[in-house]
């Protein structure tokens, strides 16, 4: 299952070398990958990473337009990047946390836990 947060704003966006210096200092043992401008895909997939833990393998990319990333993996280590992703985002902006279906979604507050995102993916 792919899993979002995402949101909107005409003002702002996290841009991709602010998110790749945060992955490269808060996730180090991610891999990460920037896409090359004019590459197929570029246009979507800005900066990719992959993380490994005991729980399991997450795959992750931040669309380019700088609103929103996308996890895949195990709930827990989806939640643990939802809420470092919030820290990331400034308090005004409403960040929502869904799947690709939108079988569920949610606000993910400032102070959110590992436990409040796996308790909106229900």
Known sequence: MTYLAVFESDAWHLERDALARA???DWPQAQ???ASPGTIGSEVRDVEWVYR??????EGYAH???KGIYLEG???VVADFVVWYRRLVPDE???IFCDDSYSFDGAV???????DIIAISG
């Open 93 to 95: 902006e409403k960040i």
């Open 53 to 58: 833990s005991e729980l399991g393998e997450l």
């Open 74 to 76: 195990p709930i827990e």
């Open 109 to 115: 507050p400032m102070n959110a836990s590992r436990g």
């Open 64 to 66: 380019a337009n700088g």
């Open 32 to 34: 990460v990958k920037l």
């Open 23 to 25: 992955l490269a200092s």
